[in-house]
């Protein structure tokens, strides 16, 4: 039960698809997603197929609002798609309870948040050991293996601090060295970086991109910064709640006709004139700008896209 | 471990909101504490009575024309004293049998009165109710043949009519004639409200000719034995149906008193504890309230927990602990005000109280299916909460 991701679980053949001999951590074959908002549908994602490997760094990009995070929820098992498959360690997620989900997010995958999301009035110590709890790990192990965790993330002289008495850069650092404590197979960031300052933000990025190499956990990061999207093994880019590029599929263009995209998703796409995408996404307010670029691999230096009141790292242009 | 560390987080919750909880605690603690003294004034008072019934000596029988029985008119006695004689041949011994006949009258001394109960009585009282006197005597068996003119005054009379002299052999009259006071009771105190020792003991014929009747009240039987007490009954009420076949007459023991007057106070006892614990359903539906606002509060927290792994029961049973530690600790609370109240009222009042474990018991374990059946709801929509959603949450 506490052991992380058992591959072959229930049978079920983990990645069947892919045609590598490596086991998926995550495999999502044509999943979607569909909000309901006072009765209208917002069509979040719209047949997202991807396949993350062990010890994976990609870089997930796109303009805001187009799908980005849903994505991240739906491969961290946060949430469930509408339609598709999705399996994540081996499990299809649409067979799984409620608490089974719980589980196989703890064994399988840790969630880095822009947020930080630390428990208040708790030592980063304690914050750090929290997915052990509900893993039922006894509380001395849990503060031997929290107090490494936080060193190997450079804070292991900070044990007992609580989160309003670190910087943002270190309360992010606690948040990772929490994602990892349980050896998870995934590290899920969305925007880790989001509320920091360019220097500790980079500093941050270094720390995972580390840990990715060190310890082979999937790093899959949303960014909106192209810079550190390229220092990333691979790049999906997404538009419109469709990956409309997967540098690990294709070396070229996805024929965005034959898939879902809307007719004005094509206009811009190849030829990256970032600006004119600017509120393509499905009714997303902040009406961020960019991002397509990322389809043909190339990347014009002022594509990237700030999210709203947003520091980004200044070595980004 | 799990469990454990839904108590730290309860725990630590309540910490954190120290004055919140307590306001909180409050409506809980009021209700436990009312509750708990209500019982035990209803304890102490049932426990008072069946004493004073028990007090009147053992193996009693009290002989009433009329039935015994809620409802019931008051019938006027056509008892007399050849009646008296009549249960006495039967009984087999007159030292076993007493009778009263009764009237409020107003006794005066020197410049003082005070309106009590004047009671007319055989000299066989002290022996078959248990009575004591403080000073003086009391009737002989003279006195009463004789329609003497004599009184044994009750505590609270002789300190009404002679506040700073001795009453013995001085005059007081009653309804109107000079009697002489020969004897003072010993205090009894209350019961339920009613002064004990605010009476005057004459002889039944001094008595009789005073208010120019033949009539007597009651008769008191102490029976011989406790086994056949029942039976004795019968045969009394029986002689006395063959005197006055018109008239119904009853006898009843002390158990028989203890037992109704047991039923009345407990009823008495338990519609109070009700009243009272309505205000407990109200601090429940306060705990209820709070509990809600803990959980939207904390909705960031609880995506966070789901985030890492824990599970919707994980996330309920914390709260559930929160709202059963508020109403537990609200519920001790409760109890030591309540019992601290009582005792108070018992030492310091006329009111007797009396705590009892039971009661304790059930304030603890009401207290805590309190917080189970209001926290329930929050803890249930806090379990449900969707990660994403909570995490998204200000
Ligand atoms: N709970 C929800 N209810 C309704 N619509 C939603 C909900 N969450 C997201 N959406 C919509 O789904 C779309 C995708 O949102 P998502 O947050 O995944 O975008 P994103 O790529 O992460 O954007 P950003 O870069 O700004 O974070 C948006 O149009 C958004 O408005
Ligand atoms: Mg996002």
Redesign the interface.
Known sequence: MTEPAAPARDGEPPGAGSAGERVAAIEAVDVSRTYQLDGVSVEALRGVSLTVQPGDYVALVGPSGSGKSTLM?LL?G??RPTGGRLVIGGRDVNTLS??EM??L???TIG?V?QAF?L?P?TSAVENVA??L???????RQRRERAAAMLGRVGLGHRLDHRPNQMSGGEQQRVAIA?ALV?EPTVLLADEPTGNLDSVTGAAVLELLERLNAESGVALVMVTHDQEVAARAARRITMRDGVVVADSATDAHDRPLSVDHGRPETLVPAPSAEPRSVSGSGPGHPSGGSGGAAGATGRLPREVDADGPGVDRPAGAA | MRVAEAWRVALDALRANRLRSSLTMLGVIIGVASVVLLVAIGTGTKQQVEQQVEGLGSNLLLVVPGKIEVGTAPVVSPLTLKDVDAVSRVVGDPQRVAVTVASGATARAGARSDFTTVQGVLETTPTVFTRSLARGRYLTGTDVDTSRRVAVLGDSVARTLFPDRDPLGQQVTLAGVRFRVIGVFAPLGQSLGVDRDDEVHVPVTAAQRLWGTQRVDGIAVKAPDRERIDELGERIVAELNRRHPDTEFSAVTQQQILGVLGDILGVLTGVLAAIAGISLLVGGVGVSNIMLVSVRERTREIGLRKAVGARPRDIGVQFLLEAVLLTTIGGLTGMALGVGTALLVDALSPIPAAITWWSLALAFGVSAAVGIVFGVVPAQRAGRLDPVVALRAE
Do not use: C, K, Q, W
């Open positions: 929820h961290g946060l949430d409620p608490p719980a589980a997010r703890n064994e969630f948040f999301h428990l009035r929290l997915p709890v509900y893993r039922g790990v006894s509380a929490r349980t």
